[in-house]
């Protein structure tokens, strides 16, 4: 599967079936009053749907950025219409009264995701996206200024495959900082990744998946490295950092689709190889890992996008958002596709 518009009509569907889908629903809240204990569509009346708050997010990024790619297909009525929804100045407050309360909430991996969102409207040439950024700045303000204060007291980087991984987000947020011409975060991501990752060596593929990984620790770092070093500098630290990065590695197999931990492994090929084809564009073109790293990531995404059309809530409510960044090139450049 190679997204064209049958294809993305498909995963918007998806989207459209489950962004008002309050439940099930499964989230990490911390309830400091009552005023905690509500229902998800009233604790956070824009992104309440999709199983969980950053699965919302990114569904409503993934509606957004299909809508860019085909502006003529049939499904930009109803994308727009669920966009106007939920991107109202009044659901965006009770977003921003909820992160007021609780700042670390979703942090780091959900609000990275948030801030692509952002990123994506404030590059969409349309009147209705440049209402919706709009409306969304309050809150992009705020999960800002949250993130000032977090990034600076994180001493130690999260390695793990899932959601609290830092390499991951801070990819994401960095893009959006380039994007939105944030020179200030720009300076404060790339000062943090360096104190992190520059100096790391001889990690390895050989053990992952860790756990029920939708990301690899490893690809992930050196896919954020990439975005701040030239090439030439990359390919050094990349020799010394992950010295087996060409070995045989194989996607990871599903035995259940319907175990809702099981289906992250759709995921992580698919993040996989939209990592390893950002390692690629960071290297020289006479670099002699290409090859074998173009096959590897091939691989992935056949298989990847083989099973990212799921039937099961477990893979349907988010699955779609990581077909989209891989098939649309959203890390490799700033750039928006031609499809």
């Known amino acids: 599967m190679e997204i064209n518009q049958t294809t993305a009509s498909k995963l918007v569907e998806l989207v459209l079936n489950c962004i008002d889908c309050e439940y099930p629903h499964s989230n990490i809240y911390w309830l400091d009053s009552n005023e905690d204990v509500k229902p998800p569509h009233q604790l956070t009346p824009a992104f309440y749907g999709c199983l969980d708050w950053h699965s919302a997010v990114h569904g409503h990024w993934l509606l957004a950025r299909l809508a860019r790619c085909f502006p003529k297909a049939d499904f930009i009525v109803p994308v727009k219409q669920a966009l106007g ?8 407050q009770g977003e921003v009264a909820y992160f007021q309360r609780h700042p670390r909430f979703e942090c780091p991996y959900g609000v990275a995701w948030l801030l692509q969102l952002v990123a ?3 590059e969409w040439d349309d009147i209705d996206a440049k209402k919706w950024r709009i409306a969304l700045q309050s809150l992009e303000s705020l999960i800002a200024v949250n993130l000032k ?3 600076p007291k994180l001493t130690i980087p999260n390695r793990t495959g899932m959601h609290q991984q830092t390499a991951f987000a801070l990819g994401l947020i960095l893009d959006w900082a380039k994007i939105t011409q944030n020179t200030d975060f ?3 991501i790339e000062h943090k990744v360096k104190q992190f990752y520059l100096d790391n060596q001889n990690y390895s593929l050989r ?4 756990g029920y990984d939708f990301l690899s620790p490893t690809l992930a770092q050196a896919d954020l490295m990439r975005r701040i ?3 030439t500098a990359f390919a050094d630290w990349l020799t010394n950092f ?3 990065i060409t070995v045989n590695l194989k996607p990871v197999e599903v035995d259940n689709s319907q175990d809702y931990l099981q289906s992250h492994f759709y995921g992580l090929n698919l993040s996989r190889a939209w990592m390893i084809e950002g390692i690629i564009s960071g290297l020289p073109d006479e670099d002699t890992r290409i090859k074998t790293l173009e096959n590897t990531a091939h691989i992935h995404r056949q298989i990847g996008l083989a099973n990212a059309v799921s039937e099961h809530y477990a893979g349907s409510h988010w699955l779609g958002t990581f077909a989209v960044y891989l098939t649309t090139s959203r ?3 700033y750039s928006f596709p031609t499809l």
């Open 85 to 92: 929804k939920s991107l109202t100045p009044e659901n965006i």
């Open 120 to 122: 994506e409207l404030h």
């Open 149 to 151: 204060d977090w990034l």
């Open 186 to 188: 720009i300076n404060l």
């Open 207 to 210: 053990f992952e998946p860790l």
């Open 229 to 231: 070093l030239t090439k």
């Open 242 to 244: 992950l010295p087996d």
């Open 331 to 333: 890390g490799l450049s």
